[in-house]
């Protein structure tokens, strides 16, 4: 009897448990706790009708259906959305603050200009390289077709390239016009001026990009052109 009595609580305590959770559903889904406004924060590159649609247009939705990490994947799956935090504000808010990627460098494509992330996204396709600003064009890469959003694959020599761009300070960035890569694995950087260093694979540090620097910034004083490579891990200028 004491068994039987047992296992009525049990489910009495169950059913009022389920009751309760059907009606905090029910209470979510009520007009006022269905998305009225949405704020944007942080977005200068990211178009605010494309994250909308990315979103499902999701202005008059229950806020219950409006999952974070959901939302959050779709989000950063979009070209330049590196990281995207959501948060609701009740009853019927929504705001989002993204990070957008940055440009690394721009590829020849195709006739125009693909500009690429540091983690190798798509960012965007231009006819013509930006008049102003920091630009590095990349060349000696050949591409598949890409679409916006979509990764380079892993097989080119971006990642060399990133891996050189992280070594380099803003002042010497400053000066680069563009990066060449051979089929030797020589990598030439190219200044704004006509300045050259050539690099052998990935042996090079910041150290030692900031007295290639040096030497550049000295050679342009005395208006001598060269080329700059490494001998026993020292920069070493040539003159042409």
């Keep these: 009897m004491q068994l039987i009595k047992s296992a009525r609580i049990r ?21 006022i706790f269905r998305l009225s406004e949405l704020t944007i924060v942080g977005n200068v590159k990211a178009d605010i009708n494309e994250i909308y649609y990315v979103l499902g247009e999701p202005i008059g939705k229950p806020l219950i259906q409006l999952r974070l990490q959901p939302l959050q994947a779709k989000l950063i799956k979009t070209a330049w959305i590196a990281e995207a935090k959501i948060r609701y504000i009740l009853p019927n808010k929504m705001q989002i603050t993204i990070t957008e990627r940055e440009i690394m460098a721009y590829i020849p494509y195709h006739g125009n200009y693909l500009a690429i992330s540091k983690d190798g996204i798509a960012l965007e396709i ?108 020292q920069p070493v200028f040539i003159p042409d």
Excluded: H
């Design 126 to 233: 231009l006819t013509q390289l930006p008049a102003n600003g920091q630009v590095i064009l990349l060349t000696g890469i050949e591409l598949p077709f890409l679409g916006v959003g979509d990764r380079i694959p892993d097989d080119t020599d971006i990642q060399r390239v990133k891996l050189l761009i992280d070594q380099m300070s803003n002042s010497f960035k400053s000066l680069v016009a563009e990066i060449k890569l051979t089929e030797a694995r020589y990598i030439t950087i190219v200044s704004v001026d006509n300045y050259r260093i050539q690099i052998q694979g990935n042996e090079v540090s910041t150290e030692q990009l900031n007295g290639m620097r040096t030497i550049i910034l000295l050679m342009r004083e005395k208006s001598v052109k060269g080329t700059i490579i490494l001998q026993g891990g």
């Design 11 to 31: 489910r009495m305590i169950w059913l009022v448990l389920l009751l309760l959770l059907l009606s905090l559903l029910s209470l979510f889904c009520l007009p």
